[in-house]
Structures are given as structure tokens and as C-alpha cells.
């Protein structure tokens, strides 16, 4: 018997996995084929991207700010205060950038994905819709992934830039010159850098996403099963994002 519960377990975890991949391929596949349901794109970049802002430029804000405070203290005693700004600068693009606003988005917006499409399937919505003859996929993930994918670089961006703005409002208050602390940014960063922090919100991006959309289409069980769905998405997501931050720069630094 213990085997057999074994089996069963493996079974059913594989074919989760199966699962999520085949929604995720189908979802992918659909960002090139019409119809693109314009609206509803748009409606969703203003959601997660719009909505989203005032949440990282504060995590940004205080983030940049806690840096650059810490830097200094450990930085002062060696007269190597001028540095500042670009370890806030390596820090910030690199990882803390995309990693904050990526969590800070699936909590906000990661939810409330799996709580809206969960709620369409314990309301029999989705089979609604199925009837029609709409594609799910297409109709209900495709756009959401499309609008994840545009918003993640553009929110890291922005964090990045309002923590480097944090940081000098702190620089300022310890008599550090200004044009030092911007001119040690490329002294400290390469067009790699960059890059990372531009590629990484968009991995992440579409974890949290089609997470989201795989869990909320998954939801059985009333209100209880949306909550339920909602908490499981949102672990998920935060835990496989700081899981594949880490592959992520390992890979970065094997191609450096």
C-alpha cells in the first residue's frame, strides 16, 4: 500500500507539471495568433503595470535608501565613500530590482489573477465560455501573460531608478560630491548588468504569471477553494522566483 500511495503521488505531481507546461506552450504560442482581444490586453497592462506603480516605487524608495545608508557606514571607515553609488546600482539592477518588484507584483497582481479566474470556474464562467466555443487559453491567459511580460522590465526599471534616487537623497546627507556618486555607476556596472535586470523581471514575469493562471483554472471547491488556490499560487510563485534568481545568475556570471 505504501507504494502504491507513492505511485499515485509521483503520478499526480508529473501530471501537474505536464499540465503547467502545456498551458504555459499554448499560452506562448497564442501571443502570435489572432484574435489578440486588444481590450483585454490593455485592460490587463493596466492592472499589473499602472496599478502596480506606487507599490515598487515605495519598495524601490526605501530599498535604495536602506542601501545606500548600510553602504556608507560599512564604506566610511575606509574613505571609499565615493563607491556608493554604484554598489546601489549593482545591487539594485542586478538583483534586488527585479526580485522586489517581482514579488511585490505577485502579490498584488499574482493573486488577484488566481482569485478572478477562480472564481469564473467555481461560477461555471470558464465552462460558459467553453461552450462558445472561446478559447480559454487565448482568451483568458494569453493576454494576461502578453501584458506580465511588457510590465515586469518597465516596473524593475523604475525601481531601480527611484532606489538610485533613494540612495543619493541618503549620499547627499553624508557630504558625498554628487557627480561622484553617479560617476562611480559605471565604474562598478557593464551593459550586462543590464541586461540581466531586464531579462530576469520577464523569467519571473511569466512564473508568477502562468502560475497564477494554471492554479486559478485549477480552483475546485466554492469560496474555500479560491482562497485556497490564492494562497497556494502566491507561495508557489515567491518561492520558485527566488529559486530561479538564484540559476539565473549562475548562468549570467558563466557567460560573463
Known sequence: MPL???????KGFFFEIQAFFALALRAFVSLFRRPFYYREFTTQLDKIGVGSLFIVILTGM???MVM?????????PFAATSYVGGMVAVSMVKEMGPVLS??????RVGSAITAELGTMVVTEQVDAMRVEGTDIVKRLVTPRLKATLISLPLLAVVTDAVALAGGFLISSNYDINIIMYWQSLSQFMVPQDLAEGVVKPMVFGTIFCMISCYVGLQTRGGAEGVGNAVKKAVVLSSVLI??????LTKLFIAFR
Not at 68 to 76: D, G, S, T, Y
Not at 242 to 247: Q, R
Request: no cysteine; glycine share 6%; proline share 0%.
Open 4 to 10: 502504491i500511495l507513492i505511485e499515485n503521488s509521483l
Open 62 to 64: 526605501f530599498t535604495g
Open 68 to 76: 545606500a545608508l548600510q553602504a556608507v557606514i560599512q564604506l566610511k
Open 102 to 107: 517581482a514579488l511585490m507584483v505577485t502579490g
Open 242 to 247: 527566488l529559486v530561479s534568481d538564484f540559476f
